[in-house]
C-alpha cells in the first residue's frame, strides 16, 4: 500500500479523509486539496486512521502553527487550520449533524461567538509523571496517541502566567520527597486569582509544602493540596474566592476548584449575552434552567425580573448556585438538585407551567429532558450544547414535541481543537 494521497475533505473531528486502494482513511494533520505522506496507526475493518507525516502539497488555509509542540501535545488538533476555516469547519458539522440526524435546518444561521484564541483556557488538568528512562518529570497534556505524557515547556492555550511555566513547574515538583506521588495538577483560574491544585497520592513533609508555598508567593499562584476527593481540597495558605464577573449582568459567580465552570471566560461572557438577547427576559416570565451549575445563566435572567428556577444533577453545585444568588442579592431565583436523566414528574418545580426553558446538558446531551419538554407549554426553548450529534438527536424529539428550530450559532469555546459548541433556538409553533 502506498502511503501517498490526495485529501479530499475533513471529518467532523478535523481529520483529514482520503480514499486509498477503495479504503478510506483517517488522517490527522490533513486538509482538504493537500498530497501528503502518512503513517498509519491503527487499522479497521472498513476504515484506517493515522497521521500526516509530509505535506507535498499544502493548501491555502495552512498555517504554521505557533507552539512548537504542536506535533506531539494532545491539547490541540487544529493549529495548522486558519482560524476563519476552523470556524467554518464547526459551523458545517454542526449544520450536517442536525441535518443527518435531526433531519432539520434552522431559519437562521447567528454569527458565530468568538473571543482571545490563545491563552484562553481557565480551566485544565495537567498529567504529571517521572519519567524514568528521560530522567525528567513531564506536566503537560498526553500525546496526541493518548498514551503518554507530552513533553513540553509551554501552552499557549492557557493563560501565560501557568502556559509559560510549564517547565518551572515540573523543576519545582522533582524537588519534592514526594514528586512520584503527584499524578496532576488541577488548573482554576478566576478574574483576580490563579489556583493551582496539586493531586497528592502521598502527605507531603513540612519542607515538601514550604517548597510549594514559596512556588506560590514568588508567582502568585494560590496553592492546594487535594489528598482525595474533591471535598478534600485544602489551600496550603489562607484560601482565596475565586470568581468571575458577567459585566453586562453586573453579577459576580463565586466558584472553588474543581467546580465546573466555562472554560473560556471572555466567550462565556458573549454567550450569556446572548442567551439574555434571544430569550429577552422580563418580570412576566418564569425560566427553567435545566442543568444550571453555579447559576451562570440563572442569575442573569433572574436580574432582568424573571422568576427562575435552576435544576442541576450535583448537590454541590446547587448550594453554590444558592450561594452565588445570595452573593449577588437575588431573591427570584431558586435551585433544586435532582437526577435530569429520569422522570421528573414528581418534582414539585416540574408541575410549573414555564415560559422559556435554558438547556445545558453535558456531551450526553439531554434526550430524557427533551422527551417530557411538552408538558411545560414553553414558549421558547435554548439549548446549549457541546455534541453536536447528541444536540441534532435531542433537536428532533424537541421538534416532535411542537416546536420549530429558530436559529443556531457556533460557540467557539475551545480554539484550535475540534471540540464543536453550539447554541440553539426552538420556538413553539
Same mark, same amino acid.
Given at each position: 500500500m ?13 481529520? @483529514? ?17 493537500e ?15 493515522g497521521?500526516v507525516?509530509e505535506?507535498l ?10 507552539c512548537?509542540?504542536?506535533?506531539i501535545? @494532545? ?8 482560524h ?9 458539522? =454542526? ?44 506536566? @503537560?497534556?498526553?500525546?496526541?496517541? $493518548? ?14 502566567q ?5 517547565s518551572?513547574?515540573g ?6 520527597s ?5 499524578p ?13 491544585v ?5 502527605e ?8 510549594l508555598?514559596?512556588?506560590g508567593?514568588?508567582?502568585?499562584f494560590?496553592i492546594?493540596?487535594q489528598?482525595? %476527593?474533591?471535598t478534600?481540597i485544602?489551600s496550603?495558605?489562607?484560601?482565596v ?21 466555562q ?8 454567550m450569556?449575552?446572548?442567551a439574555?438577547k434571544?430569550?429577552?427576559?422580563t ?9 444550571? $451549575? ?10 432582568l ?11 454541590? =453545585? ?5 450561594? %452565588?444568588a ?15 436523566t ?8 416540574s408541575?410549573?407551567?414555564?415560559t ?7 456531551r ?19 439549548y ?16 416532535n414535541?411542537?416546536y ?8 467557539? =469555546? ?8 453550539? =447554541? ?6
Amino acid at each position: 500500500m502506498t502511503n501517498q494521497v490526495t485529501i479530499k475533505t475533513l471529518s467532523h473531528d478535523g481529520r @483529514g479523509i482520503a480514499q486509498i486502494e477503495g479504503k478510506t482513511i483517517f488522517l490527522a494533520g490533513g486538509l482538504p486539496g493537500e498530497e501528503v505522506v502518512f503513517k498509519i496507526t491503527r487499522k479497521h475493518k472498513n476504515y484506517n486512521e493515522g497521521f500526516v507525516t509530509e505535506v507535498l502539497k499544502p493548501s491555502i488555509d495552512r498555517v504554521a502553527p505557533p507552539c512548537p509542540h504542536y506535533d506531539i501535545c @494532545g491539547g490541540c488538533s487544529l493549529q495548522h487550520l486558519a482560524h476563519a476555516k476552523q470556524i467554518a469547519l464547526k459551523e458545517q458539522v =454542526m449544520l450536517e449533524q442536525l441535518q443527518h440526524f435531526g433531519n432539520v435546518i434552522p431559519k437562521e444561521l447567528l454569527p458565530p461567538l468568538v473571543g482571545p484564541i490563545w491563552g484562553y483556557r481557565n480551566r485544565a488538568r495537567l498529567a504529571v509523571k517521572y519519567v524514568q528512562k528521560k530522567q525528567k518529570l513531564l506536566v @503537560g497534556f498526553h500525546e496526541k496517541n $493518548g498514551r503518554y505524557i507530552a513533553d513540553i515547556s509551554q501552552c499557549l492555550i492557557l493563560p501565560p502566567q501557568v502556559g509559560q511555566k510549564i517547565s518551572l513547574l515540573g523543576e519545582t515538583i522533582s524537588k519534592l520527597s514526594v514528586f512520584a506521588d503527584i499524578p496532576q495538577i488541577e488548573v482554576a483560574i478566576g478574574d483576580h486569582t490563579t489556583t493551582l491544585v496539586f493531586r497528592n497520592l502521598k502527605e507531603l513533609s513540612l519542607a515538601d509544602k514550604e517548597i510549594l508555598s514559596a512556588f506560590g508567593r514568588e508567582h502568585n499562584f494560590q496553592i492546594c493540596l487535594q489528598p482525595g %476527593n474533591l471535598t478534600s481540597i485544602t489551600s496550603l495558605t489562607s484560601p482565596v474566592e475565586l470568581s468571575y464577573t458577567l459585566p453586562e449582568s453586573k453579577i459576580e459567580l463565586l466558584f472553588k476548584p474543581g467546580d465546573f465552570t466555562q472554560i473560556n471566560p471572555e466567550v462565556n461572557r458573549q454567550m450569556v449575552n446572548q442567551a439574555l438577547k434571544l430569550l429577552a427576559p422580563t418580570s412576566t416570565d418564569t425560566i427553567l434552567d435545566l442543568f444550571c $451549575g453555579l447559576g451562570n445563566f440563572t442569575l442573569s435572567f433572574a436580574k432582568l425580573g424573571a422568576k427562575t428556577l435552576g435544576i442541576e444533577g450535583s448537590a454541590v =453545585m446547587v448550594e453554590r448556585a444558592k450561594i %452565588n444568588a445570595a452573593h449577588n442579592n437575588i431573591a427570584n431565583a431558586e435551585f433544586y438538585a435532582a437526577d435530569l436523566t429520569q422522570n421528573l414528574s414528581g418534582q414539585t418545580w416540574s408541575k410549573i407551567k414555564y415560559t422559556k426553558i435554558i438547556l445545558d446538558p453535558p456531551r450526553t446531551g439531554a434526550l430524557e429532558i427533551a422527551q417530557q419538554l411538552e408538558k411545560f407549554t414553553a414558549e421558547k426553548i435554548l439549548y446549549i450544547s457541546c455534541n453536536p450529534a447528541t444536540l441534532a438527536r435531542d433537536a428532533k424529539e424537541i421538534i416532535n414535541k411542537g416546536y420549530e428550530l429558530k436559529s443556531a450559532g457556533i460557540i467557539d =469555546m475551545f480554539p484550535h481543537t475540534s471540540h464543536v459548541e453550539s =447554541m440553539v433556538l426552538f420556538e413553539r409553533l
